[in-house]
């Protein structure tokens, strides 16, 4: 069965979300953050599939957020390291590990603690403003298009109410709390 590719989509968040696919995507990342590399300790830590990891990390490497290196030569073996891009997208895995702190853990608390080397405390990842460092609430922000937009949607009237100006993101119901 062929997947739906988002590659071309004018939203980055399809595009990211073409890149990942799916769960193992993300968690042959978190493995590599956690500092494996290697190819059967994937295989130890995740129970993955050999075939399906395999395409996972061509698929991370294809598109440049990791890199393989040989550190055996008979046979042949790589590991896999993070590029800057790689290393750009762990602000993405602790907010999603920040997010199933809050809404997934049990009474136990969290699985992992992410422990901030440069202040010695316990940390969470959260999103804030770039210019007044502000937490980002989605009923405190608006969109717009931007320069990477496609011109030949910015007339279909559904792309101007979407991002109609002072326009809430979510919408008008549902729990704004």
Known sequence: MRRTSFDTWPCSIARTADILGDAWTLLVL???FYGESRFDGFIGTLGIARNTLTDRLRRLEAEGLLRRRAYQSEPVRH???LTDKGRDFF???AAI???GDRWLAGDEGAPVVLHHTSCDHDTEARVVCSSCGEPLRHQDLTARTGPGYPYRHLDDPAVR???APGRPLG???GDQS
Do not use: I, K, S
């Open 91 to 93: 602000g993405v895995l």
């Open 30 to 32: 978190r493995e590599v």
């Open 171 to 173: 919408g008008t119901g």
């Open 161 to 163: 109410e979407r991002f």
């Open 79 to 81: 590991e896999y390291l």
């Open 97 to 99: 590990n920040a997010w």
